[in-house]
């Protein structure tokens, strides 16, 4: 990984969760800007996956590599998740 995608995503994150609880605080609920800014962490996070993969191919990677893999897999899955069920609940708590 790269430190500057590293901060990237923690500064992107860092802001999404800011909105969402000034959201959640206003009593609203998830809307499209929440949606977008977990597309953009996904993306990042993607390449962050990508360049792990190539990272590890390159024997670059740490020793334990199943592990490794099963945490560059499961970080995707979380801002899909996020999305899923601030969707699916829809009172003020969802954007949170």
Do not use: C
């Given at each position: 990984?790269?430190?500057?995608?590293?901060?990237?995503?923690?500064?992107?994150?860092?802001?999404?969760?800011?909105?969402?609880l000034?959201?959640?605080?206003?009593?609203?609920?998830?809307?499209?800007?929440?949606?977008?800014?977990?597309?953009?962490?996904?993306?990042?996070?993607?390449?962050q996956a990508?360049?792990?993969?190539?990272?590890?191919?390159?024997?670059?990677?740490?020793?334990?590599?199943?592990?490794?893999i099963?945490?560059?897999?499961?970080?995707?899955?979380?801002?899909?998740?996020?999305?899923?069920?601030?969707?699916l609940?829809?009172?003020?708590?969802?954007?949170?």
């Amino acid at each position: 990984m790269t430190n500057a995608l590293a901060n990237g995503i923690i500064v992107v994150s860092l802001l999404a969760a800011l909105h969402s609880l000034v959201t959640a605080m206003r009593d609203r609920a998830m809307d499209r800007w929440h949606l977008g800014a977990l597309g953009v962490i996904e993306v990042l996070l993607v390449v962050q996956a990508v360049l792990g993969f190539v990272k590890l191919a390159d024997d670059q990677g740490p020793s334990d590599s199943a592990t490794f893999i099963g945490y560059l897999v499961g970080i995707l899955l979380i801002p899909a998740a996020g999305a899923g069920w601030g969707m699916l609940e829809r009172s003020r708590w969802a954007p949170a």
